[in-house]
């Protein structure tokens, strides 16, 4: 498998989950400004979208949308439990986090990254980004992770989210529960390989 990514963007998710669950792929560098790899292919021949992440499987067909692909990828090794079984409860919790993730915290962050932003726009996604943070700490409380006890993709791809906020001035850091939660999946080995894959871990 290939899975194409940009260095610390939404595609460390399925980076983590890759590695957790133990399975052989190859990371691509796919740049997100040039939107070419370097051997100098124009990434949008790959991916149309021109975003990362996008996973390659070993027949050729290829999957884009992070909350999906981590999916695929936890299906792939049950027993390392990172995503409960199809049909059950729990399996329809974890989605509830994807989704949650993917649309109130990932998609908030975007305006924060764009220069031509102004000032009035970044206060109101930074207070509603504060808002929503303060309301998965709350989830947190007396848990190790999202789902319980078991780290889950949910897991990856809240702390990748979640990572970005001191670039961009939103501040988590009075939120005791998150805060522990970034530490522990932070210490996960698959994290570290992950990060340092990424160059973003000396």
Known sequence: ??????????????????????????????????????????YYTINPK???PLLELDNGERLSEGPVIVQY????????????????????????WLNFITSELHKSFSPLFNPAMPEEGRALYRARLADRFKWVDAQLAGKNYLMGEDFSVADAYLFVVAG???HVGVDIGGLANLGAFMARVAARPAVQEALKAEGLLK
């Open 1 to 42: 498998m290939k899975l194409y990514y940009s260095p610390g963007a939404c595609s460390l998710s399925p980076h983590i989950v890759l590695r957790e669950a133990g399975l052989a792929f190859e990371p691509v560098l796919a740049s997100t400004k040039t939107h070419k790899l370097q051997d100098g292919t124009d």
């Open 73 to 96: 990828v936890a299906d792939q090794v049950p027993a390392k439990k990172l995503a409960p079984p199809a049909g059950t409860m729990a399996r329809y919790r974890l989605q509830e």
């Open 50 to 52: 021109g975003y990362v």
């Open 164 to 166: 970005w906020g001191k």
